[in-house]
């Protein structure tokens, strides 16, 4: 007796496809085509203005290690990175505990907090170019107490202190929020026992809070990271990379070589750099989670 094609478990598999369906093909249309065509574009040469698109092979590569401003920009993007991550996850978690308290008003916070998450990107850096001014409204607090502040975004020992504040500030919202629901998620059994046996707050949380919360400093070290690396909006409005290159960070200098300089073979050599450099500090983070984050074996 021959069976029947259709039978449940291919309605079943085919069901299965037909839903992974579109995400499958939005994969391929937006990520992995851009991202082929990112490296195709980096073996060549194009120039818009003459119409050419020339094969140059390597060329852009060699270019990229004898590039002299690249040690400078990679030098800021790190800087940049490291004091975005270190800053905003400390903050986050901070205020994540703060307003997991039973007190009055912590709605309220919490509400005042996530806030600048939901605001315009641009219209937030462009309100904090006004404020950071040299006659601005940071200036003008800091004189009203006797201070003679400096000209925040046009000095280079501010500036990038500047920009990663603000970008802590606009979106350690959101961090904070991942972090107050994973607190809420441990067990209170956990702290009693802890109190039982004599462990002090400092020692609960660091016994107790973060290695149960652990899952969610993976997943928002990791966020952070990868959004650290691939700011600009900020970068474009409210230093334009200087004072010199001490702001250029690499998602800038990639536009300032692909769509100033009209470089774009150099621009998408650029932006390969950036992937890998993603993509490395991913595997790495998601490599170390089997020495620090709870319930992986």
């Known amino acids: ?70 040690g400078d920009v990679l030098a800021a993007t790190g800087l940049f990175s490291v004091g975005l991550v270190v800053l905003n996850l400390t903050l986050a978690l901070l ?18 907090f996530f806030s600048p998450v939901v605001v315009s990107l641009v219209a937030w850096t462009i309100v904090w170019g006004f404020l950071l001014q040299d006659d601005g409204g940071i200036n003008g607090l800091l004189k009203a107490v006797g201070v003679d502040g400096p000209n925040w975004l046009r000095e280079g020992g501010t500036a990038m202190v500047s920009v990663i504040v603000v970008q802590v500030v ?49 997943l928002t070290s990791i966020i952070t990271v990868v959004g650290s690396l691939q700011v600009f909006a900020q970068i474009a409005v409210l230093t334009q990379g200087g004072p010199g290159t001490s702001t250029t960070v690499l998602v800038y200098y990639l536009y300032q070589q692909a769509f100033q300089f009209h470089h774009f073979g150099y621009g998408a050599t650029l932006s390969v750099l950036l992937f890998a450099i993603v993509l490395l500090l991913t595997v790495v983070q998601w490599r170390m989670r089997r020495k620090w984050v709870f319930h992986e074996s």
Do not use: C
């Open 1 to 70: 007796m021959n069976r029947p094609f259709w039978t449940g478990s291919r309605r079943d598999h085919l069901a299965g496809y037909l839903f992974i369906a579109p995400q499958l093909v939005g994969s391929v249309l937006f990520v992995f085509t851009p991202l082929a065509l990112t490296v195709w574009y980096s073996l060549h040469e194009w120039n818009v203005l003459a119409d050419t698109f020339t094969f140059t092979g390597t060329d852009n590569y060699r270019a990229l290690l004898d590039d002299p401003r690249l």
């Open 95 to 112: 205020l994540a505990v703060l307003l997991n308290q039973r007190l009055r008003g912590t709605t309220f916070f919490r509400t005042v």
């Open 170 to 218: 606009k979106n350690v919202g959101l961090n904070m929020v991942l972090f107050l629901a994973a607190l809420q998620g441990v067990p209170g059994s956990l702290y009693e026992a802890a109190t039982v046996d004599g462990a002090s707050r400092w020692r609960q949380f660091r016994s107790v809070t973060v290695p149960m919360i652990s899952p969610t400093i993976l």
